[in-house]
């Protein structure tokens, strides 16, 4: 019983630091309140991010913020289509001596203190640096130097570019359905914050700007047992685990579950995707939200919340539809959410 | 009644009778009657009250001279000052074709009455009344016969405005009436008049009343379904805004939506029982007002 209102106590005072923690990223990333809403249920339910959004947006302020918030180390590298799985895992270089040398590199090197990895246009690299990336995604750890480092604090983000085609290597969806959530990141729509964003030289600048942000607001290495407590505290109804499951089916097998969208067949649409990882993953990132709201149970909207973040990029349409599966897969979600009925 | 007091008064045949048993006349006037004229005269019989007077005796409707029929008779039975009173009316019509003024007599007839003492016989004696002759008005000799003829009356000028007016206004006012009807019940072309979710919903709750948590649970439940089918997609709590915006009428009870909300959330995902009278109540009339809101909308 004691226990029990130890991590209720535990809860409620990292619910304060967490809202804490949004309010920090905001001051260095303005307009984008949903976004670092979004990142901070992925830090909480410890899930991997792609981010989607044009360039200059701010992708890597936010990064930035959020790791310096989280008082750890950052990492970046940048795809690029000759990046072989070494060069993120080792640092070749001349020494003084005129030697070749090989270091660990900036990701290994911080590997104990690492909470943000930032990958920029992961669809530039090809899929042997991806097929790395998801053994450090899903096990939190690489071998490098003939041992396994560990990755306990990482969440990997990363950015696709979404502008050019060429020489680009989209994600296979065995990839794509590794990452807990997809973001997009748009420019804001609010005038002055848009305003601000221009004219105001303190945006221009993103060292200065880095520096609003409080660092160590949350502790990053306390983040993984939050994260088990937030997903063992917040309870889940009967009425509520039939509502995930009614629009699961809805998703998988649309027509039996009376939705329809205009002018696409769904009976041949959904290809793949919406597995149970999905589903896992989705409830989770609900879980989370539910706490961040100040509830210790679930209800629909934390579910609708966060579903086409956590469920878009993993569901695979008829490739006929390839190009553009995005707008359509996004509609069949809400088509399924106006189907299923709640409770 | 107009006719004047006249006339007889008789004392009965018997002197046993002498104070009890009265019979009274009255006619309008005894004078001045022409061929045709009705003749109303009036008969009080006055007698003791435990008298009772025989109908078989009455006079009968039908000619009783040459010249004069009886046409009606009328029989009412009342107490005055403790006697027995009989109040009879009678229409006699006069056909006597008199040449100058004169009298003629109504005759006589006798009533039975039986009394503690044994039957008596009452007689209404005849009484006169003066007849007139008609006497032709004498025009001008005239040379033609047609010269006689007066001209029709002019036919009386009938306002027709008045009556359009009215007619007019009536069926103004029943098309009205009907369109109102119509709307009411979604007759075309009012059949793309939005349904009335609520109002069925809120008789539908009012058959089903009760406290019960799985009864609360399926009317909450039903009120989600209407209002799904008012938003025409499933609606959440998050998009009440939205739904407010678009559905104004029920701008007013955004107060009462939060309220349903927030039972409906605790209740079905909080884990809650909600086993009181006060939130059924609250959300009978939640569903009244949104019905209000709906008619007025």
């Not at chain 1, 630091?17 to 309010?23: G, K």
């Not at chain 2, 046993?16 to 309008?28: D, K, L």
């Not at chain 2, 007849?131 to 025009?139: G, K, N, T, Y």
């Not at chain 2, 000799?141 to 008045?162: C, I, N």
């Amino acid at each position: 019983m004691n226990e029990t209102l130890h991590v209720v106590q535990k809860l409620s005072d990292w619910r304060a630091r967490a809202l804490e923690f949004e309010q920090e990223i905001q001051k260095a990333v303005i307009g984008q309140a949903r976004v670092v809403r979004l990142v901070t249920i992925c830090i909480f339910a410890r899930g991997h991010v792609l981010i989607e959004g044009d360039v200059g947006v701010g992708k890597t302020t936010l990064l930035r913020s959020v790791s310096r918030a989280l008082g750890g180390d950052f990492a970046r590298v940048e795809g690029t289509v000759d990046m072989m799985p070494s060069d993120i895992l080792y640092h070749t270089y001349l020494g003084e001596d005129g030697r070749p040398r090989v270091d660990p590199s900036e990701l290994l090197r911080h590997a104990e203190t690492l909470p943000v990895f930032f990958f920029n246009e992961i669809n530039r690299a090809r899929p042997q640096v991806h097929s790395l990336l998801l053994r450090l995604m899903a096990e939190r750890s690489v071998s490098a130097f003939n041992r396994v480092h560990h990755f306990p604090y990482l969440n990997v983000f990363a950015d696709r570019n979404m502008v050019e085609r060429e020489e680009t290597f989209e994600l296979p969806a065995a990839a794509r359905d590794r990452f807990f959530m997809e973001i997009l990141m748009a420019a804001p729509d609010d005038e002055d914050a848009r305003r601000r964003l221009v004219f105001d030289p303190a945006f221009h600048d993103t060292e200065t700007l880095l520096e609003r942000v409080n660092s160590g607001t949350l502790d990053y290495r306390e983040t993984p047992a939050v994260a088990r407590a937030i997903q063992t505290h917040v309870r889940s109804s009967e009425a509520l685990e039939r509502y995930v499951l009614n629009l699961w089916q809805a998703l998988v097998d649309p027509s039996s579950a009376g939705v329809s969208l205009p002018d696409v067949d769904l009976d041949s649409l959904v290809k793949g995707g919406a597995s149970p990882r999905g589903l896992a993953a989705l409830v989770r990132a609900a879980r989370v939200r539910a706490w961040l709201e100040g509830r210790d149970y679930l209800v629909p909207e934390d579910v609708r919340d966060v579903f086409i973040e956590v469920m878009a990029h993993r569901i695979f349409v008829d490739p006929i539809h390839a190009l553009r599966s995005d707008d359509i897969v996004k509609r069949l979600c809400r088509a399924a959410f106006d189907a299923t009925p709640v409770p | 009644m107009r006719i004047a007091c006249v006339a007889l008064m008789l004392a009965a045949a018997l002197p046993a009778f002498a104070q009890e048993t009265t019979v009274r006349i009255h006619s309008a006037r005894p004078f001045g009657y022409f061929v045709g004229d009705l003749i109303h005269a009036r008969i009080d019989v006055s007698a003791p009250a435990d008298a009772v007077l025989s109908r078989a005796s009455l006079p009968n409707p039908g000619p009783l001279t040459g010249s004069l029929d009886l046409r009606d008779v009328k029989l009412r039975e009342t107490s005055d000052n403790g006697a027995r009173l009989w109040r009879l009316d009678l229409t006699y019509q006069n056909f006597y074709v008199a040449l100058d003024a004169r009298d003629i007599e109504i005759p006589g007839f006798q009533l039975s009455i039986s009394t503690a003492t044994g039957a008596q016989t009452v007689a209404v004696p005849a009484w006169r009344i003066g007849v007139s002759p008609l006497r032709e008005v004498a025009p001008q000799k005239q040379e033609q016969a047609s010269d006689y003829l007066r001209p029709d009356g002019s036919a009386p000028f009938v306002d027709e405005a008045t009556p359009l007016n009215l007619a007019f206004g009536a069926g103004v006012a029943a098309l009205l009436a009907l369109a109102l009807v119509a709307r009411d019940r979604a007759w075309p072309p009012f059949q793309q008049r939005k349904a009335r979710v609520f109002s069925a919903l809120a008789h539908e709750i009012s058959t089903r009343r009760g406290a019960d948590d799985a009864n609360l649970a399926a009317t909450i439940q039903s009120v989600h379904r209407a209002l799904d089918q008012a938003n025409g997609a499933i609606l959440l709590s998050a998009d009440l805004p939205e739904f407010l915006r678009r559905r104004a009428e029920f701008k007013p009870l955004r107060v009462d939506f939060e309220q349903f909300f927030e039972t409906s959330n605790r209740l079905f995902f909080g884990g809650e029982s909600s086993r009181d009278d006060d939130a059924a109540e609250q959300l009978v009339q939640f569903v009244s007002r949104l019905a209000r809101q709906e008619r007025a909308g």
